[in-house]
């Protein structure tokens, strides 16, 4: 399965979808925001394949982080989050680096969903 790192800032939230991709067999990193998500990316010995990415978080936010992070690691996809409409705005420019933008709240079965569909993309 995949490796996957998971940035959102609300521990329940991340808690939460950790354990749903681990149900599905993935292995799961998670960072609070996206500075700690970045480092986390740097610092990894084995790439990760996909980054799934809150959008509003502090320090810096999910679309900081996505370009950053397709910047330095071109082959890796992304899937965003967010639960605000102005959020989901800002993230329509970026569709030649992130597979998609997932609408909060969602259920688990769609972020499952979502993730095996930006998987089978890149696979």
């Not at 992070?69 to 605000?84: E, Q, S, V, W, Y």
């Not at 409409?85 to 979502?114: C, N, W, Y």
């Amino acid at each position: 399965m995949a490796r996957i790192l998971l940035v959102d800032d609300e521990e329940p939230v991340r808690g939460f979808l950790s354990r749903g991709l681990q149900l599905d067999g993935h292995e799961v990193v998670t960072a609070e925001d996206g500075a700690e998500g970045l480092d986390a990316l740097g610092e990894a010995d084995t790439p990760f394949d996909l980054l799934l990415t809150d959008i509003r978080m502090p320090i810096m936010d999910g679309i900081a982080l996505a370009l950053a992070a397709k910047r330095d690691f071109p082959d890796l996809t992304i899937l965003l989050m967010t639960g605000f409409a102005d959020q989901r705005e800002r993230a329509r420019g970026l569709d030649a680096i992130v597979a998609d933008v997932l609408t909060k709240p969602f259920s688990l079965d769609d972020m499952r969903a979502a993730v095996s569909r930006a998987l089978a993309q890149t696979g």
